[in-house]
């Protein structure tokens, strides 16, 4: 199943750099930072069913951001 996803978040305490996600039996095509409706392409690694994201900048606490993934989902696999 192909899909979409736009998740926004922040750092709950500690500044970081990158997002991990579990991401498990999905095919990566895209990921991106989204801002002001353009997106901005970002690296990123995906193995052992994790997705780890390189960001932009490093985010501090309470500075939202916003990451586009398109994907599709293989659950069999």
Not at 7 to 12: D, F, G, I, Q, V
């Amino acid at each position: 199943m192909a899909g979409e996803e736009w998740l926004t978040a922040s750092p709950y305490f500690y500044p970081t750099d990158s997002l991990v996600l579990d991401a498990k039996g999905m095919l990566i095509h895209e990921v991106a930072l989204t801002q002001n409706g353009k997106n901005s392409p970002l690296k990123f690694d995906y193995k052992n069913d994790i997705l780890k994201i390189n960001l932009d900048k490093t985010y501090n606490r309470n500075q939202d951001y916003t990451v586009y993934v398109k994907y599709t989902a293989r659950p069999n696999d």
